[in-house]
């Protein structure tokens, strides 16, 4: 059993920045990757970022040159570091991992974070 915490929300002005941290707990073997996803009011979630075992990261095009994301395997924790803020940028923030929890098999079961809201004024 995993669970993901994620803290860092909250409200900001255009132009502003928010560091979104998630942390996984639990019957941890591995995390094969973590990410961000995030959902505006009336549209579908769309996937933000995401980092894998080796730290390589993948970005959404909207995101790309403000948004970094890391990771501290250390602390089974990643980091969702958001420059230049944008008012589209408003929506829930839902962490996601595959994670590994079970010694008798490699298969990595995906996770869900319970949302944090991110509000960017104009």
């Known amino acids: 059993q995993v669970q993901l915490v994620e803290s860092g929300g909250g409200l900001v002005q255009s132009g502003g920045s928010l560091r979104l941290s998630c942390a996984a707990s639990g019957n941890i073997i591995s995390i094969y990757r973590m990410g961000w996803y995030r959902q505006a009011p009336g549209k579908q979630r769309e996937l933000v970022a995401v980092?894998?075992?080796?730290?390589?990261?993948n970005y959404a095009d909207s995101v790309k040159g403000r948004f970094t994301l890391s990771r501290d395997n250390a602390k089974d924790t990643v980091y969702l570091q958001m420059n230049s803020l944008k008012p589209e940028d408003t929506a829930v923030y839902y962490c996601?991992?595959?994670?590994?929890?079970?010694?008798?098999?490699?298969?990595?079961?995906?996770?869900w974070g319970q949302g944090t809201q991110v509000t960017v004024s104009s």
């Open positions: 996601n991992a595959v994670i590994r929890t079970r010694i008798f098999t490699s298969k990595g079961d995906d996770y």
């Open positions: 980092i894998s075992s080796d730290s390589t990261a």
